[in-house]
């Protein structure tokens, strides 16, 4: 076993950004999420790094879509507000087809909302992190060890794919403190960087970094080509997490510090003879479509619930990915409350074999 | 039992973020009270509204330790002022324990009163971790040592090593982390004072303590 630290899941997102290599690191403060800024600003200029808090949050990202134009692995970090604000830069690296890793540490919203844990930036993550036809790779860890092993793999991704890839935390995971080690997952194989602009000195032709298509019939080829590899990232990238699925009567949906309260909620539920399962989507882009959908196709299966700590978010992406077979319903709580383990499981014992 | 390392009526616990600061507050505060002394906790976190003293406000209630706490503690209100009650601690009978916040940063908040500690009497104890990234090596928990005693303008008077990794803690763990104590104790001149490990951890010497950190599941 490799040696374990105690860390935050902020600190642990930005340690094991640098052991990825990021170099880079472009930020502007704000609660739950400004440890990890904090980390970078302490260790990054001792271990070859830079990172720098930027005037704004517009001006972050374009610091990032910079950096990445010229070959660096670079991150940005904020919450909810800050997303907001990066996400016409964001829609300029997807555009330009630059890797990097911006990462949310959610809190409760919407406007400046609160500064206490929530899963209510769901479907900006998913859906609206930027004008035009897009997506990000979104991955959403549910302890402080996985911030720490999907930071890597997020960096991986971006470089493999050319997209930015999107860290979903809420104010808990970056809060709460749990035992991480950081010991090296298998490398990935990475592709060249030899779109980056890095200077020719004249040995080849030189390399623009663009989002602008005055042709109509340019802008659509490149839009085109870049959902072939978002086909690519559905087939390959899906994760996801089963927990006593088996023999299930009710399925929880539930994805990041939410399902860790699930799972407590799963297991009373157990005790009390109720067969309960736990569904826990780990890439929210590309969502387990298939996955679920084969959950719904099975006889034992009759009932849905995703817990979310929002209004109802992710649930309609669990009714399309299993075209309405069973019945879907939610539960959350939201502005900041974190649900109980207790509350779910009223709600499990409510919905189990349909509602009463 | 942790009250035995206390000297004076003001006890001022200290050290870098997450080492564990309120966690033996809040047990030595409930040790004191359980061995008969009137006990008050500041709550004196300025710096991160997150897992802090107040979290356990109920229980030290109930058993009748007085909580002094920034007026918008757990509140959603990222605001840390502190009523004018916290003055009572240099004019109370009361036996005091201030929780403070982590690093230098937390530092400042005792800083401005610094000369009422003084006159009133005070002891200082280090937490550390050696598990804590920024804490793992003895020279850097010194660094942090210093800057906190520059900026308090407070003395130390001595180290708990409460070196963890929370629920997964072993014996072994806390057992390695003794020697680097030392070391600790060594470079600074400072004393160490005790070994903490949760009660399910089977060391002979350690001071046991319990988990009081907010659990969410």
């Known amino acids: 076993m490799a040696q374990k630290y105690l860390m935050k899941g902020n600190e642990a997102i930005a340690e094991a950004a640098i052991r990825a290599g990021c170099k880079l690191f472009f930020g502007y403060p704000i609660t739950p999420q400004t440890e990890l800024s904090e980390y970078m600003a302490k260790n990054m200029p001792k271990r070859e790094g830079l990172s720098l808090q930027a005037e704004s949050e517009v001006a972050a990202i374009n610091m990032v879509l910079g950096a990445s134009a010229a070959g660096a692995r670079v991150m940005t970090s904020t919450s909810g507000p800050g997303i907001s604000l990066k996400s016409e830069g964001i829609s300029y690296i997807v555009g330009s087809d630059l890797p990097c890793v911006i990462v949310n540490v959610q809190r409760g919203g919407p406007g400046l909302g609160g500064i206490q844990p929530a899963q209510s930036d769901y479907n900006q993550a998913t859906k609206a992190l930027g004008h035009g036809d897009m997506h990000l790779i979104v991955l959403a860890p549910a302890s402080v060890q996985e911030m720490a092993t999907l930071t890597g793999e997020a960096f991986d991704l971006a470089d493999i794919y050319r997209t930015p890839v999107m860290l979903l935390a809420d104010g808990a995971l970056g809060q709460m403190m749990e035992p991480v080690d950081f010991e090296e997952k298998p490398h990935r194989a990475l592709p060249k960087k030899d779109w980056a602009c890095t200077g020719h000195g004249g040995s080849r032709k030189h390399n623009i970094v663009n989002s602008l298509y005055i042709e109509p019939e340019v802008l659509e080829k490149t839009v085109v080509d870049r959902f072939k590899k978002y086909e690519q990232i559905e087939q390959n990238e899906v994760k996801y997490e089963e927990y006593l699925t088996e023999d299930a009567e009710i399925i929880i949906v539930a994805y990041g510090i939410t399902s860790r309260i699930a799972k407590t909620a799963v297991r009373n539920a157990r005790e009390k003879g109720i067969k309960a399962g736990l569904f826990r989507p780990i890439t929210l882009y590309p969502f387990p479509e298939k996955q679920l959908d084969a959950l719904a196709d099975k006889e034992n299966i009759k009932t849905f619930l995703s817990v979310e700590m929002n209004m109802g978010q992710m649930v309609k992406d669990v009714k399309l990915a299993i075209s309405c077979k069973k019945d879907v319903y939610h539960f959350g709580r939201t502005g900041g409350v974190i649900p109980t383990p207790d509350e779910i499981l009223t709600n499990i014992e409510k919905y189990v074999g349909g509602a009463k | ?217």
């Open chain 2, 1 to 217: 039992m942790l009250n035995k390392l206390v000297k004076s009526r003001i006890t001022i616990i200290a050290g870098h973020y997450g080492s564990g600061k309120t966690n033996i507050s809040v047990n030595l505060a409930l040790d004191m009270v359980r061995s008969g002394k009137k006990v008050s906790v500041v709550d004196f976190d300025i710096v991160n509204p997150y897992f802090r003293s107040a979290d356990n406000i109920t229980e030290l209630n109930a058993l009748g330790v007085r909580v002094i706490a920034p007026e918008f503690a757990n509140t959603n209100v990222d605001m840390n002022t502190l009523p004018k009650e916290y003055y009572t601690i240099f004019s109370t009978d009361d036996y005091c324990i201030v929780d403070v916040g982590g690093d230098a940063d937390g530092a400042t908040a005792l800083s401005i009163d610094y000369d009422k500690y003084i006159k009133s009497g005070y002891t200082m104890f280090y937490v550390f971790n050696c598990y804590r990234p920024m804490t793992a090596s003895p020279e850097d928990a010194y660094k942090i040592l210093l800057n906190i005693e520059k900026t308090s303008h407070l003395a130390f008077s001595g180290i708990i090593n409460n070196s963890n990794i929370g629920k997964e803690t072993t014996e072994k763990l806390v057992l390695e982390s003794i020697p680097l104590a030392e070391e600790l104790s060594k470079i600074c001149g400072l004393p160490v004072l005790a070994t903490t490990a949760l009660r399910t951890i089977d060391i002979g010497n350690a001071v046991k303590i319990e988990n009081k950190t907010k659990q969410l599941f």
